[in-house]
């Protein structure tokens, strides 16, 4: 059973946004903290942005400033709004859930989504 899922990727053109959500149906949503994180090809994958049990958001400095994130709690979902897109946000983006929040690293997250593609092409 997927604990975490993904949608809202596509392709689109550089200047552009998309929104993506998360979205669990689990204790998960409520329990532990959520965090977005992308992988590009032959890369690592790398923090993106995460909101703390008090409701106060982080984003990596590379997207500082375009993207916001929310939660949607009669939803179920962790949404990641992208605007100004740059062709260096192609990647494939994950949400992950961990115990603690304010995470940044990938190996401390217990749970992941399929993942969502996202292309910004110029």
């Known amino acids: 059973q997927l604990q975490l899922v993904e949608s809202g990727g596509g392709s689109v053109q550089a200047g552009e946004s998309l929104t993506l959500s998360c979205t669990s149906f689990t204790t998960i949503f409520s329990t532990y903290c959520l965090g977005w994180f992308r992988q590009a090809p032959g890369k690592e994958r790398e923090w993106v942005a995460g909101m703390d049990s008090d409701g106060s958001t982080n984003f990596a400095d590379s997207v500082k400033g375009r993207f916001t994130i929310s939660k949607d709690n009669a939803k179920r979902s962790l949404n990641l709004k992208m605007n100004s897109l740059k062709p260096d946000d192609t990647a494939m983006y994950y949400c992950?859930?961990?115990?603690?929040?304010?995470?940044?690293?990938?190996?401390?997250?217990?749970?992941w989504g399929q993942g969502t593609q996202v292309t910004v092409s110029s």
């Open positions: 992950g859930a961990a115990p603690v929040c304010g995470s940044y690293s990938w190996e401390e997250y217990d749970y």
